[in-house]
């Protein structure tokens, strides 16, 4: 078993800071410089461990100093400390980039959104390795079982706990094939839309009547919802020309621009909250969430 350490025995380990930089740059100033500290900072730094072993580390030259020879001792055992720690916190970061990042989302923006860009990241950051988990409808994060989310949430994540990244409005519009658009004639009024199959997903099934409410329009659909449980699929059945789609995100935008899917109203419903990144709040200044946080929503910002 190791010894103990008798910590007391060394000065303030904050001040070495101060000595290795002057006695490398053999200047307090421009150690002071280096450090982002004053002047009077970096002499009270020698100072005290002047006092704590009770000997003279610098001796004044004129406007200069120079390591006395009880500095020029302790100076290479500084050093050595400072490059055995440095070497310790690479190492951390080498394991912690071994560990693969767990990202968490949901089905639709996995398969529509973030799965189509993971590839670019991991082309960017190929030190990093990276798990994406899915699920249908829980739409809390999971941060025992997830490092970071792209999650909606209505409201923003306790600041306390959670560090949020909003990326992008939650934001309400039908979609529908061009050729069911074409069955329903040019420019069809809301009370057309009502009048074919809406594909709803059950735990969002509010938010049809919130749509034509917003739009202006008092909601009496003419035949029964289609009835789905994600995103993904009421997509894929608007897709196929069987009903109309209600899309809450950036999820379609490939397939608007191939003319794949159309919009037969121009009407949006901005609703409350954002889709965002999220995680620990504890955990955001880890490298692997840093990098891929700030990458995305760089992604987002400029898009080519």
């Known amino acids: 078993m190791s010894t103990k350490i008798e910590l007391r025995r060394l000065p303030p380990l904050k001040a070495l800071k101060g000595f290795e930089a002057a006695t490398r740059h053999q200047s307090i100033r421009d150690a002071a410089a280096e450090l982002c500290l004053t002047h009077p900072a970096i002499s009270h730094q020698v100072q005290l461990i002047e006092e704590a072993l009770g000997v003279a580390l610098f001796a004044q030259e004129g406007r200069h100093i ?3 020879e009880e500095g020029r001792v302790l100076y290479p055992y500084v050093r050595s400390a400072f490059e055995s720690l440095l070497e310790g916190v690479e190492a951390v970061h ?8 767990r990202v968490q989302t949901y089905v639709t923006a996995s398969i529509r959104w973030l799965a189509r860009r993971v590839p670019q990241f991991l082309n960017a950051h190929p ?4 798990t994406l988990s899915t699920c249908a409808v829980e739409w809390e994060f999971d941060d025992v079982h997830a490092d970071v989310g792209l999650v909606y949430c209505d409201v923003v994540p306790d600041p306390t706990k959670f560090h949020w990244m909003p990326l992008f409005d939650y934001a309400l519009f039908p979609v529908c094939s061009p050729g069911f658009l074409e069955r329903m004639g040019p420019g069809p009024r809301l009370e057309d839309l009502m009048q074919q199959p809406l594909v709803a997903i059950y735990t969002e099934v509010q938010n049809w009547e919130s749509w034509f409410t917003s739009a202006g329009a008092r909601f009496e659909p003419k ?3 289609l009835m789905v449980d994600t995103l993904a699929v009421a997509l894929e059945m608007a897709l196929n020309g069987e009903g109309v789609a209600l899309v809450n995100g950036p999820f379609v935008d490939q397939d608007l621009a191939s003319g794949r899917l ?27 969430i840093r990098t891929f946080m700030d990458w995305m929503a760089d992604h987002v910002a400029n898009p080519n």
């Open 66 to 68: 120079v390591s006395t």
């Open 94 to 101: 080498r394991h912690a980039l071994d560990k693969p990042l």
């Open 127 to 130: 030190e990093i390795k990276l």
């Open 223 to 225: 035949v029964p919802y």
């Open 262 to 288: 159309v919009r037969p109203s121009d009407h949006v419903e901005t609703c409350p909250g954002a889709w965002g990144l999220i995680c620990r709040k504890d955990m955001k200044e880890n490298l692997r």
